[in-house]
């Protein structure tokens, strides 16, 4: 049993689990990385400790600074914590069309909170835009810039990857998840393609989101739409830039629920963009074929969105068939 030295080394380190169902349905192996067993509980609290501390080795944050950030949630709760455990005040831009748990837990961590209207990115008022603004406006205070700032996605090659390659002792036949900023997929990727050439790295989109036609067919084009949350991009952020992905799959919100309602009857609670993930890995594991060993990463905790995936109303009201064991 190890002793950690301190709280922010609590971050990453992650388990790596075979998950029985997606196995099952593929003739693959398939693994889930339990990212929510991190701090803040998701992936995001890895780029939020690489995100601070190049800004400090770059002398860019100074004792007393303040941290700035457009995010869906996940990453200003990383932030907020990585900002606590450091004495940096942190002010967090939301769309306020996240799920409550993440703003009432942003408060509770003491982030300053600023929510602003959903707006498509070439609009002024988007979170990230909105982010950057206050971050200039704000003195000694750093825009952690999630979406292009690449300290992002070196936390999932010196981290993620590694781990991954050591988990799986180096035999992995493919590598599958989502994008938000596209840290986690690009970074694990180029980590483990560092190990070998012959791991397939597979992008897994949901609709609403433009790579999958980008790397299918060369364009950037959004079709259909999606309710998960922290996934979904429409750009080639700097972070996506040289994502070695060698195929792509997309998948639907009803398909992601299927998996997150298997993934319950194994005694994991997860959010939809782990849901997501799981349809791509069993995708994955049946194209690399029977005995293939496919990870995917495990976003973050369900019990972040109560009020929304795990709400029977609130699926309803989106079109959504709510899970068996949801009661008025
Ligand atoms: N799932 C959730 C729930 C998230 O919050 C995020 C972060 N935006 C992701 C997946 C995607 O991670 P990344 O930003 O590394 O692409």
Known sequence: MTVHPN???????????????PSEASGAEIFGKCEFMNPGASVKDRAALFIVED????GLLRPGGTIVEGTAGNTGIGLALVG?????RTIIVMPETQSREKMDTLRALGAELVLVPAAPYSNPGHFVHTSRRLAEETPNAIWANQFDNIANRKAHIVGTAEEIWAQMDGRIDGFTCAAGTGG???GVGL??????EAVTIALTDPYGAALYNYYAHG??????????EGIGQGRITANLEGAPVDTQFR???EEGMFWVEKLMGEGLCVGLSTGINV?????????????????TILCDTGLRYLSTLYNRDWLVSKGLTPFPWLTD
């Open 7 to 21: 709280t922010l080394s609590l971050i990453g380190n992650t388990p790596l689990v075979r998950l029985a169902g």
């Open 55 to 58: 800004a400090e080795e770059k």
């Open 84 to 88: 606590n455990a450091k004495g940096y």
């Open 184 to 186: 986690t997929l690009a």
């Open 191 to 196: 980590g483990l393609k560092q190990k070998s």
């Open 219 to 228: 364009e950037l084009k959004a079709e259909g739409s999606s309710v998960a």
């Open 251 to 253: 998948m639907s919100d």
């Open 279 to 295: 349809a791509g890995a069993v995708a994955l594991g049946r194209q690399l074929g029977p005995g293939s060993r496919v990870v």
